[in-house]
């Protein structure tokens, strides 16, 4: 029976990692020169940040004219509900006046009309009433003429 090769138990040592890495001397002039290019590349990275902070701005800005935008057509919206709205209410106490006022038209009607029959009906009881007494006149002027009626009065 074969077995398969042992495996390698070598452990790579931590050595390459301790190496210092050569300081270089700079002069100054050359220091200078480093500092300018390290300040140039922070002040490039702070450009960076402040225009994506600009870039996002300008997205939440536009966010906020969309919703100021959609809440001016909201509010237009229930402006003209409102107006329907109160349009109909005017349109229905307008209607129940009118029907109110046609109501009391057709009272007062009612009443000049049965004030009417009643002065129709008055009206002709007294000429009823007149008839009777100018024939109750004459049939008295008869009989002291000596005459009988044929029909009684009543």
């Known amino acids: ?8 138990q070598h452990r790579p040592s931590i050595q390459p990692h301790l190496v210092n890495s050569p300081i270089r001397e700079l002069s ?3 220091f200078s020169t480093e500092l300018e290019k390290v300040k140039s590349q922070q002040r490039g990275v702070k450009l960076a940040i402040a225009q994506s902070e600009l870039e996002k701005d300008k997205v939440l800005l536009i966010q906020k004219r969309v919703e100021v935008g959609i809440a001016k057509l909201n509010l237009e919206g229930t402006k003209v509900d409102f107006l329907s709205a ?16 046609n109501a009391q038209a057709a009272v007062t009607e009612w009443r000049l009309s049965q004030e009417s029959i009643r002065e129709k009906v008055m009206g002709i009881h007294l000429t009823v009433q007149e008839l009777q007494q ?19 009065a009543r």
Request: aromatic content about 2%; hydrophobic content about 35%.
């Open 1 to 8: 029976m074969k077995l398969s090769a042992a495996p390698d």
């Open 28 to 30: 100054e002039s050359a």
């Open 86 to 101: 109160a349009h109909k209410l005017v349109e229905k106490r307008a209607r129940g006046a009118i029907a109110h006022d």
């Open 134 to 152: 100018k024939n109750l006149e004459k049939t008295s002027d008869m009989k002291l003429k000596g005459f009988t009626p044929k029909l009684n």
